[in-house]
């Protein structure tokens, strides 16, 4: 996650620098495809949690898929999964990308001066 993110500050100085608006959409496309990607890998990490239990444990539970977002009851127990900090400074950074695309759509593509 800090390589990411640290790829994400360079990018982002790089497209600030230049000036090129095919640097924003990159950095957008890269960052989106990061995000994709962290939320598959996570479900797919819970559905491998939650369908690899131990046949001799003490308790029986059936298998299943703890949930991305909200709160669920397992057995006698209650999960609760809800975004933290970094997903909204995600949302944030891509909002702001988004918000720099409109403002420069007028902007002519790559120049060879």
């Not at 100085?13 to 000036?19: D, M, P, S, Y």
Request: with cysteine.
């Amino acid at each position: 996650m800090p390589f990411m993110i640290g790829l994400f500050v360079l990018l982002s100085l790089r497209a600030a620098v230049f000036g090129y608006m095919g640097a924003v959409v990159d950095l957008f496309v890269l960052a989106s495809y990061f995000g994709v990607f962290s939320i598959g890998s996570f479900y797919y990490r819970l559905y491998t949690y939650g369908h690899n239990l131990d046949p001799t444990a003490p308790m029986n539970v059936e298998p299943f898929t703890p949930i991305l977002l909200g709160t669920q009851q397992i057995a006698n127990f209650t999960q609760s999964s809800y975004p933290q900090t970094s997903f909204y400074l995600l949302c944030g950074f891509m909002v702001l990308m988004l918000l720099a695309i409109w403002f420069s759509r007028k902007e002519r593509p790559y120049s060879s001066q």
